[in-house]
């Protein structure tokens, strides 16, 4: 009998990769955020990207991100970790993980916590120091939500579709 392959991707680098990989399907110019959730026994239960609601054209909305508000992209898109819970369709979340390629703002805090997920694994935080962030950890911590940032492996992974 031979031995187990070696080198294979962690749980925590596949199912960021499968994050990231959303994220692609994001048309926003400026920022492709992507989510993936998993069940406590590892099952993908849903994925989300940062997009305009259904029905709502990536043509007829704007992305620009300064200018009159309505004719900014802040007041019509929705985030990936949003768009992941909304698309779930097989009930609870209780006790899931959230993968996300960027550190969730306070609105994304409210339906994580709200939705029953218990764990985040983030890969970029870069608006730690802003107020929608801080006000995401705070909520976070108190609801008792872990979360913790990914390390990356630098292991490359290429594939060709």
């Known amino acids: 009998m031979g031995e ?9 680098e596949y199912f960021m990769g499968v994050a990231r990989l959303s994220g692609m399907r994001s048309k926003d110019p400026n920022s492709q955020v992507g989510a993936c959730i998993v069940s406590e026994d590892h099952k993908i239960l849903s994925m989300g990207y940062n997009g305009f609601p259904k029905g709502c054209s990536d043509d007829e909305f704007p992305w620009a991100r300064e200018g009159e508000p309505l004719e900014q992209k802040y007041l019509y898109v929705v985030h ?24 969730p703002c306070n609105e994304c805090a409210k339906a994580i916590i709200q939705s029953g997920i218990r764990t985040i694994v983030y890969d970029e935080d870069k608006y730690h120091d802003v107020p929608a ?13 872990r979360y913790y940032q990914y390390q990356r492996t630098g292991r ?3 594939f060709t579709v």
């Not at 187990?4 to 925590?12: E, F, P, T, V």
């Not at 970790?81 to 006790?95: F, K, T, V």
């Not at 995401?136 to 939500?145: E, F, H, K, P, Y």
């Open 80 to 103: 990936s970790e949003l768009n992941a819970i909304l698309n779930y369709r097989g009930g609870s979340l209780e006790g899931a993980t959230l993968y996300v390629s960027l550190f």
């Open 156 to 158: 490359k992974i290429e």
């Open 4 to 12: 187990k392959r070696k080198g294979y991707i962690s749980w925590d």
């Open 133 to 145: 962030t801080i006000a995401s950890r705070r909520m976070l911590d108190a609801a008792g939500v």
